[in-house]
C-alpha cells in the first residue's frame, strides 16, 4: 500500500535500504530479480513511498547479503516507521555519525533554525566546538573529541554543495554571550559567524535578549517534494524527528515570531562584529576590514529571506 506522503521516518529507512544495497554491489533490478518483486516496489521502497513492512525489510537486506546478527538495527528502524510517530535519532552518542540529521538536512530545500544557548552547529569553529564538547562530557577521550569535531566540521559541507538548501539562522544574543572556552575562541567564533552569514543560501538574525525568550532550539527542514520535519535537540538520545502536521504548524508559527522580533542581516553581522570585538579589544581594525569586505554583500531589510516557510 502506497504513502500518499512520505515521512520522515520511512525516507530515512529508504535511504538506509539504499546504502545496503550499494554497500553489497547490487543494483535495484539484481535485487528485485532476486526476490521475485516488481522493481517499482523496490523504488517505492527505497524512496520512502512505501509504507514497507519489517518482513519486506527483513527480505530485503537479507537479499543483500546481511546476516542475522547485523539485521536488528533495522527491523527497530522499521518497527518506529510503523509507528507513524517521531522518532530519537539513533545516534546517541556524542562521536556518533549524525547521520539521521545530515540526511534531513541535505534533502531539504529551506532550513530555518533557532539556537538559545549555543552558536548552532553548523556555524561552529573547530576549537569551539571542541569547547563545547568538553563542556558537556567531561574526562571525555582525546580520540572521542577528535572524532567528534571531525564530524561537525564535515557536516558543514551541506552548506556548499552543488544545489544547498537555504539556510535561515535565528540565534539568541545569549547564545552569543555565553562564553565557551577562553576569550580567543569566542573572538574567533564570533567572527566566523560575519563570514559565514555572507553566501547568499545563509542568512543569520540575531534574536535580541530584550525580545524574551522563545523556547528551547529547534530545526524546520522544509521542501515541497516532502513532508515538512521539525528537529529537537536532546542531549540524552541525540535528537528528536517530529513531522505531524499539528506539531510542525506550530514551530511555523514560532518562526513567524522570531521573524517580527530579529535584527535584519546587516544588523546582526554588525552585532557579531561588535561583539567579538569585546573579546578581543585589539582585533578593531581587524573587525573593520571584514565588515568593509563583506559591504556589498549584506542583504538588509526587517525580513525572513524567500518568503518565509517554504
Not at 542568512?203 to 521542501?223: N, Q
Not at 516532502?226 to 514560532?254: H, K, T
Request: charge should be neutral; include cysteine; aromatic fraction near 8%.
Amino acid at each position: 500500500m502506497g504513502n500518499r506522503y512520505v515521512s520522515a521516518a520511512y525516507r530515512e529507512l529508504g535511504a538506509m535500504l539504499v546504502r545496503t544495497r550499494q554497500q553489497a554491489g547490487l543494483t535495484a533490478t539484481e535485487v528485485a530479480r532476486r526476490l521475485g518483486w516488481p522493481l517499482t516496489t523496490i523504488s517505492r521502497m527505497e524512496n520512502g513511498r512505501r509504507t514497507t513492512t519489517t518482513t519486506d525489510v527483513i527480505q530485503y537486506v537479507v537479499m543483500c547479503g546481511l546476516k542475522w546478527h547485523e539485521l536488528q538495527p533495522y527491523v527497530e528502524f522499521t518497527r518506529l516507521a510503523e509507528r507513524k510517530q517521531g522518532y530519537y535519532l539513533s545516534d546517541e552518542r556524542i562521536d556518533g555519525s549524525l547521520q539521521s540529521l545530515i540526511f534531513h538536512e541535505s534533502s531539504a530545500e529551506h532550513v530555518l533554525s533557532y539556537e538559545s544557548q549555543v552558536i548552532p552547529g553548523l556555524l561552529q569553529t573547530p576549537d569551539y566546538a571542541r569547547a563545547r564538547i568538553i563542556a558537556i562530557e567531561s574526562g571525555i577521550a582525546e580520540e572521542t573529541v577528535a572524532g567528534a569535531v571531525r564530524t561537525r566540521m564535515e557536516r558543514r559541507q551541506v552548506l556548499n554543495q552543488s544545489q544547498p538548501p537555504r539556510f535561515t539562522f535565528y540565534i539568541h544574543e545569549h547564545a552569543l554571550r555565553l562564553r565557551v572556552g577562553a576569550d580567543k575562541i569566542m573572538h574567533e567564533q564570533l567572527l566566523h559567524l560575519v563570514f559565514m552569514a555572507a553566501p547568499d543560501n545563509v542568512t543569520m538574525r540575531i534574536v535580541p535578549s530584550a525580545a524574551g525568550a522563545f523556547g528551547e532550539a529547534f530545526r524546520l527542514m522544509e521542501s515541497h517534494e516532502f513532508r515538512p520535519v521539525v528537529y529537537l535537540d536532546d542531549l540524552r538520545f541525540g535528537g528528536l524527528i517530529l513531522d505531524a502536521l499539528a506539531y510542525v504548524n506550530s514551530y511555523r508559527e514560532l518562526v513567524s515570531k522570531l521573524a517580527d522580533v530579529a535584527l535584519d542581516e546587516g544588523q546582526s553581522r554588525e552585532f557579531a562584529a561588535r561583539l567579538a570585538d569585546e573579546y578581543d579589544r585589539g582585533s578593531q581594525q581587524g573587525v573593520t576590514d571584514v565588515l568593509a569586505q563583506e559591504q556589498p554583500q549584506q542583504r538588509c531589510g526587517n525580513r525572513l529571506r524567500g518568503g518565509g516557510v517554504a
